[in-house]
Antibody, heavy 119, light 113 residues
């Protein structure tokens, strides 16, 4: 079955960096775009970034543009989110999700990895 | 950016009764070249990640019970639960994938009355 497993979360000081990973299985990874979505404690969902199936295109939310970088390694079925210049407002549970089988909706989601930005 | 607005923010419905959630987008989500509405619905149960319910505004994802229906076009969309069950207690989100950023509505919390 389709699985997406996030890792790399933790507690980090403001201004520092962190890299999240999303390791996948159960689908043809190189054919699907992958997204990151975050959810601050007690809040709603915020789409963060997407990378196309081949890595040639990336898009970001304005709130993270210039600070976060999404990338992928199709040989390892893994997507990364490099987060730099972290702020307190980046504190959230970070989910990865693949694009749907028939369009750019979010087909399958991981369980999430928590990121806390605090001094 | 496309702004997605859901209403209500929360609702309490008796078991077996109907629950209706609306979602409005600040611009059309209908792509005329393929006549498809780029709107999805997700369910997030307490303590769980979201799961896909519908895409293309009204196409039910495999495994979603048929008491869930979705409709709408352009800028106005609806999610209906025809007969609320205990397992339907969740927050429901609409999301547009017409353009990036792929924005979500603020969510609607559904509870049992």
């Amino acid at each position: 079955q389709v699985q997406l497993v996030e890792s790399g979360g933790g507690v980090v000081q403001p201004g520092k960096s962190l890299r999240l990973s999303c390791t996948t299985s159960g689908f043809i990874f190189k054919k699907f775009g992958i997204n990151w979505v975050r959810q601050a404690p007690g809040k709603g969902l915020e789409w963060v970034a997407v990378i196309s199936y081949d890595g040639s295109s990336t898009y970001y939310a304005d709130s993270v543009k210039g600070r976060f970088t999404i990338s992928r390694d199709n040989s390892k079925n893994t997507v990364f989110l490099q987060m730099s210049s972290l702020k307190a407002e980046d504190t959230a549970l970070y989910y990865c999700a693949n694009d749907g089988a028939h369009g750019d909706y979010l087909g399958h989601w991981g369980q999430g990895t928590p990121v806390t930005v605090s001094s | 950016d496309v702004v997605m607005t859901q209403s209500p923010d929360s609702l309490a419905v008796s078991l077996g009764e109907r629950a209706t959630i609306t979602c409005k987008s600040s611009q059309t989500l209908l792509y005329r070249s393929n006549n498809k509405n780029y709107l999805a619905w997700y369910q997030q149960r307490p303590g769980q990640p979201p799961t896909l319910l519908f895409y293309w505004a009204s196409t039910r994802e495999s495994g979603v019970p048929d008491r869930f229906t979705a409709s709408g076009a352009g800028t106005d969309f609806t999610l209906t639960i025809s007969s609320l069950q205990t397992e339907d207690v969740a927050v429901y989100y609409c999301q547009q994938y017409y353009e990036t950023p792929r924005t979500f509505g603020q969510g609607t919390k559904v509870e049992i009355k």
